[in-house]
C-alpha cells in the first residue's frame, strides 16, 4: 500500500510542471500544532533536515507551534539527524509517574517537567537553534486578553468560555481573547530580527526577537496547552501576559504565506490534508478548506487507508496517555510502531523528489 499523498496549491502546482521540486525551491516550512500526531512526521523530518535541505544554501523560515515548534527547534540543531531521534525517543519515553495519593498531575506539575525536560534538552545548546546559518526559526504562543491575561481557577474557564463564542461568530473576533505572538529567530551578522515570510492582516499579531534569554519561555508556552499546562508569564522581551499554546489561535498555521521569488515552495509535511486555522476551529469544518492564502503549498501527508492500518487504526494522538495510563511500555509499542511504518512515508517522497510523478499530486 502506498503510504503518501500529495497535494498542491495552484501556484505551487504550476511550478512542480515547470521545475519539479528541488531542494532550493523551498522557501518555507511549516510545523503544526498536534501533540503526539507529529510523531508520524519523524522519518520525513529527518530526511527533509538531514539529508535533502543541506544539499542546498538558500535562508528557509521554519514556522511552527505547539510540538511543531519541538520539532522546527531541533532541525536548527547541529547535526540535526542525531536530534531529531532524540526528540522522538524522549517525546516516546515521556512519562509523569504520579505521587502517592494523586488521581492526576496538576497543571503546575506538568509543567515544571516539562520545563526540566526542555532544559535537559537543549540547555546550553540556545545559540546552536538561533544562530543557525540559514534556518530563520518563528515560533508561535498565543497570549492571553482580557480574562486570559491571567490564569485562575474561575477566569481561565470563563475566558475560553467567551474565546469560543467569539470564534464561534468570526475567526477574527477570537483576536480579542487571544492574539498570535511570533518570536523568531535574529540571524548572525543581520541586526534585527527575521522578517516573517507571511502576511499578518487576517488576525491580531505581534513579532518579538527570540533571544537565548526567551527562547526556552517561548518554546513552553507554545507547548502549553490550557488546563493540562500553566501558561508562561513574564517572558524575556514580550509583552506582559499569559502566554499559552500556539495552536490555539494557529492549529495548522493556515497563514499567507509569502515565500521568496527564488524559493517559492511552501512545503508542509503534515499529518492530514486540511489545513485547520485555530485548535477552537476542529468543529467548524467550513474553515478546513484550502484558501487562495495556501497557494505556494505542497503538503505531504500520509493516505488515510495506510493510516487504518497502523496500530489501532489511527495516528498516535493525546488520547493515549489517557488509555494506556500508566502502562508505558505499551503505549511505547503502539507509538514505536506507529514510527517505524512511517519511515515509508519519507522513502517515498525521497523517490518522488527523484522523480516527480505529477499524476500523484492532487488539489489542496
Known sequence: MSALRLYAGPRARRHLEQHGLLPQHVGVIPAAAGGPKGLILGPLDRFVFGHWLPQTTQPVHLVGASIGAWRMA???????????????????????????????????????????????????????????????????ASRGRLLLQREGAL??????????????????????????????????????????????????????????????????????????????????????????????????????????????????????????PGWLDKAWTGRHRSSPALDAMLVIAPDPAWVRALPNGKLPDRNDFVRYGQNLAARMQVWNGAVSAAQQLADEFAQWVEKPDLSRVEPL
Open 155 to 276: 477566569r481561565t474557564p470563563l475566558g475560553y468560555l467567551g474565546a469560543y463564542a467569539a470564534n464561534a461568530v468570526r475567526r477574527e473576533a477570537l483576536g480579542a481573547w487571544l492574539e498570535r505572538v511570533v518570536f523568531s529567530s535574529v540571524p548572525p551578522l543581520s541586526g534585527g530580527v527575521s522578517a516573517l515570510p507571511f502576511a499578518t492582516q487576517d488576525y491580531r499579531t505581534r513579532q518579538v526577537p527570540m533571544m537565548a534569554d526567551n527562547f526556552l519561555d517561548a518554546l513552553q508556552a507554545s507547548c502549553s496547552i490550557p488546563f493540562m499546562l500553566q501558561p508562561v508569564l513574564g517572558i524575556a522581551g514580550a509583552p506582559p501576559g499569559a502566554y499559552w499554546d500556539g495552536g490555539l489561535t494557529d492549529y495548522h498555521l493556515h497563514l499567507q504565506y509569502r515565500p521568496a521569488a527564488d524559493a517559492p515552495i511552501v512545503l508542509y509535511p503534515h499529518f492530514q490534508k486540511a489545513v485547520v
Open 74 to 140: 531541533t532541525a536548527c540543531l547541529n547535526e540535526p539527524l542525531a536530534a531529531l531521534e532524540r526528540l522522538e525517543r524522549d517525546y516516546i519515553a515521556q512519562h509523569y509517574e504520579l505521587p502517592p495519593g494523586q488521581k492526576r498531575l496538576t497543571a503546575s506539575q506538568v509543567s515544571h517537567r516539562f520545563s526540566d525536560n526542555l532544559r535537559l534538552f537543549y540547555g546550553g545548546r540556545e545559540e546552536e537553534v538561533l544562530q543557525h546559518a540559514r534556518y530563520r526559526l518563528h515560533i508561535i
